[in-house]
């Protein structure tokens, strides 16, 4: 048990997907695995254990934005032996060829700052994802005929971003879309020894405005999912 999360030594599998809404881990735990047990409660940050195709996995809620990712994913790894982490979320499009229901895939996480910051200093380091979650991704993306795009990310610090300038640069330079969380998570990953992932589903467009209703943002996610797993066991 540590500070944030309750599960007893045991309960937490090596594999983690991490949604940032603890009731969507719930959803997924649910649609996704057999006779999956909530292993935490604390703070609602929902986390659940089962099997998928036989393999034990946890869906650990995240929190919104790096600070809280944080948290979990250091506590996954040090305390609990995580050693395979995917986030799985929703994304805003920033390229017009990236659509509503798309898959993207981050290879790399750009971003303003992130808990870790304090770390590097005045280094600017890139945290990317781990090549063979990666790889295994795409391929079973492409099993299913989903539309998916890798290549870069931004994981902002705001939600309600107030820099249109800034927005303007990172579409220009060709990164995909906007998310809050995967900068962090990557870093950790790096620095801990573990394999890191983010499979983003597209919700919200920047350039058009668009966003999925709530009815298709279920059908499409349960397609994120079953990629993280698919992936995480390739």
């Known amino acids: ?5 309750g599960a007893a030594p045991g309960d937490i599998a090596e594999t983690v997907l991490m949604p940032g809404d603890p009731l969507r881990a719930q959803w997924a735990a649910e649609t996704f695995l057999d006779d999956p047990i909530c292993v935490n409660r604390v703070r609602g940050m929902l986390g659940f254990t089962g099997t998928w195709n036989g393999h034990r996995v ?3 809620g995240s929190g919104m934005g790096m600070p809280s990712l944080s ?3 250091n506590e996954l790894i040090r305390d609990y032996g995580a050693t395979t982490l995917i986030r799985i979320g929703s994304a805003g499009a920033m390229q017009s060829r990236v659509r509503l229901r798309d898959l ?47 290549g870069g990310i931004y994981s902002s610090d705001v939600f309600y971003d107030e820099r249109p300038d800034l927005t303007e640069q990172l579409t220009r330079h060709g990164v995909l879309a906007v998310e809050m969380e995967a900068a962090e998570l990557y870093t950790l990953a790096a620095r801990h020894g573990a394999r890191a992932l983010a499979v983003l589903t597209i919700s919200d467009h920047l350039i058009d405005g668009g966003s999925l209703p709530s009815e298709a943002r279920e059908r499409s996610f349960a397609d994120m999912i079953a990629v993280a797993l698919e ?3 390739a």
């Open 1 to 5: 048990m540590t500070i944030h999360i």
């Open 58 to 60: 946890t869906i650990q």
């Open 71 to 73: 948290i979990y994913a």
């Open 104 to 150: 993207v895939i981050a290879m790399t996480a750009s971003t303003l700052s992130t808990p870790s910051r304090g770390m590097f200093r005045e280094m600017q380091f890139a945290p990317c994802a781990d090549w063979g979650l990666l790889s295994a991704a795409m391929a079973a993306a492409a099993a299913r005929e989903v539309t998916v795009h890798a």
């Open 231 to 233: 992936a995480a066991f």
